[in-house]
C-alpha cells in the first residue's frame, strides 16, 4: 500500500489509542470511550449506532447482497493492578513503547482495526462489507457487551478479532465451563461408625475429573482441560459432613459443544452438577477458510488459544489477531511497541486485500 497513506493510518491510530488510554474505560464504565468513538464517526460524517456502550458502523458503500466482514474489538480494560510504577491513564512513550492501561489488551487491535476500516471506507467494488464495531465488557463476558451487540448488527459472515496475538492468527479458542458441583452423604458422628461421608463422596469424582479424558481432541486446542479449583465441607471435626461442594473450571475445546461436554460430564460424575452458564463457547475456524489461508500466504502462524474473548459471544465463524503480545495483557506498566501498531494495520489491510469470500 502506499506508504505516505499508512503513515497518515498510524498517526492517526497512536494519537486515538493516546485519547482511549487517557480515558477511564473499566468494564461496565465505558461511556466516555463510547462517546470518543460517536464524536469521531460524527466528525467524520460516518453514520453508527451505538448500543449502550457498544458503537458499531459499517462502509460507505454496504451491499446486503454480499458477504459482511465483522472488525471487532473492545475498549473496555481490567482495573490497574498495584504494581504500576507509571500513572496508567497516561499515555507516555519511550523507547519505541506507547506506555498506558489498555495499550496492548486491546488497545491497539481496536485503533489500528479501526484504521482498517477508515482505509476501506469508501472503496468501491469491494467483494464484501465490512463492520467496525468497538464493543463494551468484554473483560468481564457482560451481557451488555457483544452478547448484547450481535442481536443489533447486520448479517455477518466473518469476523476478526482484535486481540494482541502478535500478528499470528488464532484459529481456534477455548471456551468455559464453571461448574458448582454438590456430592451427598448422611451426617453422622465422628467417633462412631454413622453417616456417609460427603467428601468421600466427592473424592471419587474429584479423581474422575483429574483423570478423564475425552475421545475427541481438537486440532488446533488440544485436549479438554478440567481443574477443580475450590473445595468446602464440614462444620466442625467431630461431625461426618452429609454436604461436600467444589467448583471445577472447564476449559472446553471445539471438538465438543459446551452442552454435549456438559452431558459427558454430568452421565460420569456420581455428584450433581449444575454449570453457571453456557455462554461462553470455544470457537474454531477451518484451516481451509480464505482467510486462514490469505495470513498463511503472508506468513502468519496459526495457533489454538487459552484466552477468551468476544469470540465466545459471537455465532458465526471468527478468527482473532491483533498487533501486541498476550504475555503483556493484565500486566503492570502496560504497552504495545509504536512499531506493532503500524505493522498491525498494513498486515490487516494485505489480510483483507483481494480476499474472496
Not at 446486503?64 to 475498549?75: E, M, R
Request: aromatic share 8%; glycine share 6%; proline share 4%.
Amino acid at each position: 500500500m502506499d506508504s505516505q497513506r499508512l503513515e497518515e493510518l498510524n498517526s492517526f491510530a497512536v494519537d486515538f489509542l493516546k485519547k482511549l488510554i487517557e480515558t477511564p474505560s473499566l468494564s461496565r464504565e465505558e461511556s466516555q470511550t463510547a462517546d470518543q468513538f460517536t464524536d469521531f464517526f460524527n466528525q467524520k460524517n460516518i453514520p453508527f449506532e451505538r448500543i449502550k456502550n457498544n458503537v458499531f458502523a459499517k462502509n460507505k458503500n454496504f451491499d446486503a447482497a454480499l458477504p459482511t466482514i465483522l472488525l471487532n474489538s473492545h475498549h473496555d480494560t481490567v482495573k490497574p493492578n498495584i504494581s504500576y510504577t507509571k500513572d496508567p491513564f497516561k499515555a507516555q512513550i519511550a523507547d519505541g513503547k506507547l506506555f498506558g492501561l489498555g495499550s496492548n489488551d486491546a488497545g491497539g487491535p481496536l485503533v489500528s482495526l479501526l484504521a482498517t476500516f477508515l482505509y476501506f471506507y469508501e472503496k468501491e467494488n469491494l467483494a464484501f462489507n465490512l463492520v467496525f464495531a468497538a464493543s463494551a465488557e468484554e473483560e468481564i463476558s457482560g451481557v451488555n457487551g457483544m452478547e448484547l451487540l450481535v442481536k443489533h448488527l447486520p448479517k455477518i459472515d466473518l469476523a476478526i478479532v482484535g486481540e494482541p496475538t502478535l500478528m499470528d492468527m488464532a484459529v481456534g479458542e477455548k471456551g468455559l465451563l464453571v461448574l458448582d458441583v454438590t456430592a451427598k452423604g448422611i451426617a453422622g458422628h465422628a467417633a462412631r461408625n454413622e453417616g456417609k461421608n460427603a467428601i468421600y463422596e466427592a473424592l471419587e469424582d474429584i479423581e474422575w475429573f483429574k483423570k478423564y479424558e475425552f475421545a475427541k481432541v481438537s486440532k488446533s486446542l488440544g485436549p479438554i482441560k478440567m481443574s477443580v479449583t475450590q473445595i468446602n465441607a464440614g462444620s466442625q471435626h467431630n461431625v461426618v459432613p452429609d454436604v461436600c461442594s467444589f467448583v471445577v473450571d472447564v476449559r472446553a475445546t471445539d471438538a465438543y459443544t459446551l452442552e454435549e461436554t456438559l452431558e459427558i460430564i454430568k452421565s460420569s460424575v456420581k455428584s450433581e452438577v449444575k454449570p453457571r452458564s453456557v455462554r461462553l463457547q470455544p470457537s474454531g475456524i477451518a484451516m481451509e477458510h480464505p482467510i486462514v489461508q490469505k495470513g498463511l500466504s503472508l506468513g502468519m502462524k496459526a495457533y489454538g488459544s487459552p484466552t477468551l474473548s468476544d469470540q465466545a459471544l459471537m455465532p458465526y465463524k471468527s478468527i482473532k489477531i491483533g498487533p501486541g503480545d498476550s504475555a503483556r495483557s493484565h500486566t503492570a506498566d502496560e504497552f504495545i511497541y509504536l512499531q506493532e501498531i503500524k505493522s498491525g494495520i498494513e498486515k490487516y489491510i494485505e489480510l483483507l486485500e483481494a480476499l474472496s469470500l
